[in-house]
């Protein structure tokens, strides 16, 4: 038996597909990665408007109050969470990062916020509940993020996701190490 043929599907059969191989790393993909970028952006946080960086920040402050107010945790169990969260959002955090700046088509998108979350995060670690701690945690890890003091500045060349969340890791560590001291003194 044979199958009959019409012309449009044999020009079809003719044209060559269009691939993406020679496409540019900075062309945006049409189609997004679902999983990337709602880690990336952390649900959603990361198209906030004006500022997506404090927004994240914000989303993983409140995140962590959240917890905080509604589990009643021993001081212990919130450090535990907390770390158990960093590590998840690390894991999770550098490949979606890595995919969400491959299909936008740009190096570090301010839409990408997971690593304001880690470093937020971080910034938290060892912070009694409290607002007083938990804002100047948020305003120490907004201003070494923005700053971005040595070796932070460096650590975004890392290639892909690693260069995006590791700067902010660096300034979470440098506002925890303040905070930690502004909580001795005061």
């Known amino acids: 038996m044979f199958l009959k043929t019409s012309a449009s599907s044999a020009m079809a059969a003719e044209t060559p597909m269009k691939t993406e191989a020679g496409a540019s790393p900075n062309t945006p993909a049409q189609r997004k990665t679902l999983w990337a970028f709602t880690v990336a952006t952390f649900f959603g946080a990361g198209y906030g408007k004006p500022g997506p960086g404090t927004w994240g920040s914000v989303a993983a402050l409140l995140l962590w109050a959240a917890f905080a107010w509604l589990a009643h945790p021993a001081p212990q169990t919130l450090l535990l969470a907390l770390l158990a969260g960093i590590a998840l959002t690390l894991v999770l955090g550098i490949p979606a990062s890595t995919i969400a700046a491959r299909e936008s088509g740009r190096e570090d998108p301010q839409f ?50 690693w260069g995006i969340v590791f700067d902010d890791v660096a300034a979470g560590l440098y506002a925890l190490g303040v905070a930690s001291l502004l909580r001795h003194w005061f």
């Open 112 to 161: 990408v916020v997971i690593d304001e979350v880690i470093g937020q995060w971080i910034a938290l670690l060892f912070c009694p509940f409290d607002w007083l701690h938990a804002l100047i945690a948020l305003i120490l890890f907004r201003l070494f993020d923005i700053t971005k003091p040595f070796p932070a500045r460096q650590l975004e060349n890392l290639p892909g996701g």
